[in-house]
């Protein structure tokens, strides 16, 4: 990932996770919470999103050492679960939104590659901006489908499971911040499959 396309990449990533981000602030104010929207983190404006950590330098580093995967997060999204109207339901549709939002992405994205080449509209610069567009998506979602806190896949687990899971749960997070980097250093290649299965599946095409 060298050149102008690393520069997509660093672009597609930092829009993707500003979109995941207020797709839980909108299923916040849906369920009845207005913090989001009242902190003004309801736009697409990047400053009010951007973590330096987690947004610029992580990828950054994970581009310029070539590591194979790109993966990033903004600040979280705000929101007080008191305010939600259907408790731990309404809790599940919110952990949830930006995932479902970035596979969304991925799935226009990928029906897109699938008719450039049923038109025949096959520009090379439209093709590797598509695919890295949903490439990323992909990531984003699986990454985030993961039970570590404070991962999406985690808060949606503690909102669905029966309460009798609940010392599992904080056990788990407890634990999450390590379990979470063994996963990014070693446990991706057993994920990234999957990731790879999905976007031939929208593309109909292999990276």
């Keep these: 990932m060298q050149g102008p396309l690393s520069i997509f ?7 993707s996770i500003i979109v995941h981000e207020v797709a839980h602030g909108i299923a916040a104010e849906r369920e009845g919470d207005p913090t989001a929207r009242n902190l ?4 697409l404006n990047p400053l009010k999103h951007i973590d330096l950590f987690g947004s610029i330098i992580l990828p950054a580093l994970l ?4 590591a194979g995967f790109l993966i990033g997060w903004a600040k979280p999204v705000p929101y007080n679960p008191d305010n939600l ?26 029906l897109f590659i699938r008719a ?10 439209f ?3 598509a695919s890295i567009t949903v490439f990323l998506n992909v990531i984003l979602a699986v990454f985030n489908a993961m039970p570590f806190a404070p991962l999406d896949g985690f808060r949606f687990l503690g909102a669905v499971l029966p309460r009798r899971f609940d010392a599992i749960m904080q056990t788990l997070e407890r634990f999450s911040l390590p379990l979470l980097l063994l996963f990014i250093v070693f446990g991706w290649k057993f994920v990234a499959p999957l990731a790879f299965w999905i976007f031939r599946m929208l593309t109909g095409i292999s990276l």
């Excluded at 990449?9 to 829009?15: E, G, P, S, T, V």
């Excluded at 003004?40 to 736009?43: D, K």
């Excluded at 450039?116 to 610069?125: I, K, M, P």
């Design 116 to 125: 450039s080449f049923v038109f025949g509209f096959t520009s090379r610069a």
């Design 85 to 110: 109207k259907n408790g731990n339901r309404s809790v599940a549709k919110v952990s949830i939104a930006g995932i479902i939002v970035n596979l969304l992405i991925a799935l226009v994205f990928g």
């Design 127 to 129: 093709l590797d901006i």
């Design 40 to 43: 003004g983190r309801i736009t």
């Design 9 to 15: 990449y660093f672009l597609i990533l930092i829009f």
């Design 63 to 66: 581009l310029i050492t070539n």
